[in-house]
């Protein structure tokens, strides 16, 4: 499964990286509706790896989702913190965004777990 999720990983980024090229001189909200879709895909796909346990390809195949498409949201959010943050709390802005992400995504398989 690493190999998988490490190429996963470099597709998503990819991914983003094509489609911010693309429409980003059609709309300067381009950057900000990727974050959003691929957050909202992340639900859907973090729901089929945590609240489906007895299918275990469902399961997988949830979590190469989750990956693939899900993930990729992370470095655009990144950017949009570097251009609209001061450069005085860009650091700090983008270390407690990380932390914030961490710490949701650590304990989404224990929420889901008490639903």
Request: aromatic fraction near 10%; glycine fraction near 6%.
């Amino acid at each position: 499964m690493a190999p998988a999720g490490f190429i996963c990983s470099i597709l998503a980024n990819i991914m983003s990286g094509i489609v911010i090229e693309y429409f980003e001189a059609r709309s300067e909200m381009t950057v900000p509706m990727i974050c959003v879709v691929r957050a909202l895909f992340d639900i859907g796909c973090c729901s089929m790896v945590y609240a489906q346990q007895k299918f275990f390809y469902l399961s997988l195949t949830g979590s190469v989702l989750q990956i693939l498409i899900a993930k990729g949201w992370t470095a655009p959010a990144i950017l949009i913190l570097k251009t609209v943050v001061p450069p005085e709390v860009a650091p700090y802005s983008i270390g407690m965004f990380l932390l914030v992400t961490n710490i949701t995504s650590s304990t989404s398989a224990q929420t889901f777990a008490k639903l």
